[in-house]
């Protein structure tokens, strides 16, 4: 029962080494400089947005609009740069209150009006995919993506390195993940992300009001998916009515792994940066090893499942210890108050 145990808890880290070796050894171009350099590009890209999430679901929400929004956000970048000639200093902060409208629209969906966070996000994915779908007919784009950038500045934004060494994107990344990381373990907003997670109905009884702080969620969701689209934009220098297509899914797989559970109030963002290696890995190694994209999907859909299926095991292995109880909720109270209860100034 102990090495049962010790593999339940330290499965994504036995999965993610087994994963890697196996592509190290079905292809030679795999463990190059090159490639592990490209792979953090795209995994720091795709680690942005699963920070993002990560907070949504400690939340006890989901958020599936994220693929989306950082399609139409590269998409805002190339037409806006490439085929407007509009400068991209401009742009990125166009961006990034793209990400922030979209985020906060899904967030009083939620908060607000009550639909369900899944419901709302899917709403916004159908909207936002349908704009891909009318952007790719259109003259701009195929302007756009028949152009290639010359600016290196432009190009440093996706495609440079700190040092000559490390990508801008995985710094990035890094600084994202130390701010969520203090904000989570040492602020009041921490303490009420994951006591509202754990037991909604407690804090709701408690007293404290959470649609200010379910809605800045949702829009910091909606900013790091922006972040991450003017990444890619930068590095692909195009982009098509497929891009992000399917994303969200990978997202959920990489956090629900990472130990964020489904049900709220439980996760971290150390287990989460594991699943975005496992993801990435996963994703850069069928790539380099020229598996079939049906094949691809099929394997995604697998890790979907097994995620699921790990996320009802451990939760079952704690004894539903994962939620708060009203205790736990009361010590947390007088930080929590301040932030959220009416009347009150923090």
Same mark, same amino acid.
């Given at each position: ?56 679901? @400690? ?8 693929? $989306? ?6 998409? @805002? ?16 902060? @166009? ?125 910091? $969701? ?15 220098? $195009? ?108």
């Amino acid at each position: 029962m102990q090495i049962l145990r010790f593999g339940i808890r330290n499965q994504l880290l036995l999965i993610l080494l087994g994963v890697f070796l196996y592509f190290h050894f079905a292809s030679p171009f795999f463990a190059t400089g090159f490639n592990l350099i490209t792979l953090g590009r795209e995994g720091a890209e795709f680690g942005l947005i699963c920070i993002g999430v990560t907070l949504v679901m @400690i939340l006890g929400r989901l958020d599936i609009s994220v693929g $989306s929004v950082m399609a139409v956000s590269a998409l @805002i970048m190339i037409i806006g740069y490439k085929t407007l000639e509009i400068h991209w200093g401009y742009l990125i902060p @166009i961006c990034l209150l793209f990400g922030l409208l979209i985020g906060t629209i899904n967030g009083l969906l939620t908060a607000i009006i009550g639909v369900p966070s899944f419901i709302a996000t899917l709403g916004t994915l159908i909207i936002l995919r349908g704009l891909m779908q009318w952007a790719a007919s259109t003259e701009w784009m195929r302007e756009a993506n028949s152009v290639f950038s010359t600016d290196a500045a432009f190009q440093f934004i996706g495609g440079g390195d700190v040092g000559g060494v490390v990508p801008l994107s995985v710094v990035l990344l890094a600084i994202l993940f130390a701010a969520v990381l203090f904000v989570l373990r040492y602020t009041r907003i921490g303490t009420a992300i994951y006591a509202f997670g754990g037991n909604f109905q407690a804090a709701t009884r408690a007293g404290i009001r959470i649609k200010l702080l379910e809605v800045g969620v949702f829009a910091f $969701s909606g900013v790091c998916a922006a972040l991450a689209g003017v990444l890619l934009a930068s590095r692909l220098d $195009s982009v098509t009515y497929q891009t992000g297509q399917y994303l969200e899914f990978q997202v959920l797989i990489a956090v629900i792994l990472g130990g964020t559970s489904i049900a709220g109030g439980v996760g971290t963002i150390w287990g989460t940066i594991l699943g975005i290696s496992l993801i990435a890995i996963l994703n850069n190694g069928m790539v380099m090893t020229a598996t079939d994209r049906d094949v691809q999907d099929i394997v995604v859909a697998l890790f979907l499942l097994f995620a699921l299926f790990s996320d009802r095991l451990t939760y079952r292995l704690r004894g539903g210890s994962g939620t708060w109880k009203m205790a736990d909720i009361g010590q947390a109270m007088a930080w929590i108050r301040q932030l959220t209860v009416r009347g009150d100034r923090s």
